[in-house]
């Protein structure tokens, strides 16, 4: 497949509503050809050759550790999928790009298969997730022996977070050219934020799913004794349990709106005071990423309320005077709180000056260029 002057995307269609929005988004793009391969039951003969072929690697692994092959289909079946179907399609291409911990094995396979070089984006600390940083141990970890093996091939090494980079220099010491590269939106995207006039401050948080275990119940326990200061507007697709249990008990200060295309999202974080980045530490690796939103936040001016992970606090004392840092403990929360109420009017008179202290500094028209430096 030879596509001249034009990008390849090749994802997988997971089978749920953010499908449809993904499309939507890369159609947008020019000289970008997608294709997507199935990650669903169907069609049915790859997606159980796949799973079957996971399942007896996570029993070989144990016997054949030093194998990259087993590694790879034990950590991700799409790694099989995806390696069988761009040995057979893919022929002439002069940069491969891999993102997600499961394209690791088939970029370099292909890179070596091809003779082309290859780049690698660590968005997240693969062996960190569903891990405690106490617990780490990189050892008898499938991810963290991927990547101390075949990240060194790689021609550069991007990442998504200064701890991310860190832990991974660490973790694998002879990466070529490693490349701090922040999640940052164009700036065309965030329209100059609106005045706010309503009495309550207007609170906002967005992810793809509006869920259990995403850091909102300990805080809207607590936002339950400050109702008559603050509302809160969660975008995403509601889950009903989770709209039963926190929802539905709380609508008088609580409004939820559904997944939106991304530039759209970004242009009516605007018209509120405060983004919400409560990340919960639930793993190693949580602590260590910035997500999207909090990049979203701070281009929009808005101010944050951030829990206090390695990777927030980075970023919060950063940008002084652009959020603040709280744990989960519901007092320290209540303090939090208490404190943004106090100082409402001085956060919405420095929305403006924070929207124009970033747009020349946090942005991917910025971050791109580190791309362009050989």
Request: hydrophobic share 40%.
């Given at each position: 497949m030879s596509l001249e002057n034009e990008c390849i995307f090749i994802g997988f269609r997971l089978g749920n509503w953010s499908d449809q929005y993904e499309q939507q988004q890369l159609s947008v793009e020019h000289n970008v050809k997608t294709i997507y391969l199935s990650a669903t039951r169907s069609p049915f003969i790859p997606w159980l050759f796949s799973t079957v072929a996971q399942y007896l690697s996570v029993l070989l692994v144990r016997i054949f550790r030093r194998s990259v092959l087993i590694n790879a289909m034990a950590s991700n079946k799409r790694s099989l999928l995806l390696w069988s179907f761009v040995k057979a399609n893919i022929r002439d291409v002069d940069l491969i790009i891999a993102h997600n911990i499961g394209t690791l094995y088939p970029a370099y396979k292909l890179s070596q298969h091809l003779n082309k070089p290859f780049h690698f984006d660590v968005e997240d600390f693969y062996p960190g997730e569903g891990v405690l940083r106490g617990q780490f141990n990189p050892g008898n970890n499938q991810e963290a022996f991927l990547m101390k093996n075949l990240l060194p091939f790689a021609l550069r090494v991007t990442f998504a977070s200064q701890p991310i980079m860190d832990e991974t220099l660490r973790l694998c010491d002879d990466i070529r050219r490693p490349l701090l590269i922040n999640n940052c939106f164009s700036k065309i995207e965030f329209d100059a934020p609106s005045e706010v006039t309503p009495e309550k401050i207007q609170l906002v948080w967005y992810s793809q799913n509006i869920n259990h275990s995403r850091g909102l119940e300990p805080f809207i326990e607590v936002l339950k004794s400050f109702s008559d200061d603050f509302q809160l507007t969660l975008i995403g697709q509601l889950h009903q349990p989770f709209a039963d249990n926190w929802i539905e008990p709380n609508k008088h200060?609580?409004?939820?709106?559904?997944?939106?295309?991304?530039?759209?999202?970004?242009?009516?974080?605007?018209?509120?005071?405060?983004?919400?980045?409560?990340?919960?530490?639930?793993?190693?690796?949580?602590?260590?990423?910035?997500?999207?939103?909090?990049?979203?936040?701070?281009?929009?001016?808005?101010?944050?309320?951030?829990?206090?992970?390695?990777?927030?606090?980075?970023?919060?004392?950063?940008?002084?005077?652009?959020?603040?840092?709280?744990?989960?403990?519901?007092?320290?929360?209540?303090?939090?709180?208490?404190?943004?109420?106090?100082?409402?009017?001085?956060?919405?008179?420095?929305?403006?000056?924070?929207?124009?202290?970033?747009?020349?500094?946090?942005?991917?028209?910025?971050?791109?260029?580190?791309?362009?430096?050989?």
């Open positions: 200060f609580i409004k939820v709106i559904p997944p939106q295309l991304q530039v759209d999202l970004h242009r009516s974080l605007g018209k509120y005071d405060i983004g919400l980045a409560l990340e919960p530490g639930k793993d190693f690796n949580n602590e260590l990423a910035l997500s999207n939103k909090i990049w979203a936040y701070l281009q929009a001016g808005l101010y944050i309320i951030a829990t206090d992970t390695e990777g927030q606090r980075i970023l919060i004392n950063q940008y002084t005077g652009h959020g603040i840092l709280t744990s989960i403990d519901p007092n320290e929360l209540k303090k939090c709180l208490q404190k943004v109420i106090d100082e409402k009017e001085l956060i919405r008179q420095g929305k403006l000056r924070r929207f124009n202290s970033v747009t020349d500094v946090a942005s991917w028209e910025v971050e791109s260029l580190k791309l362009a430096v050989d």
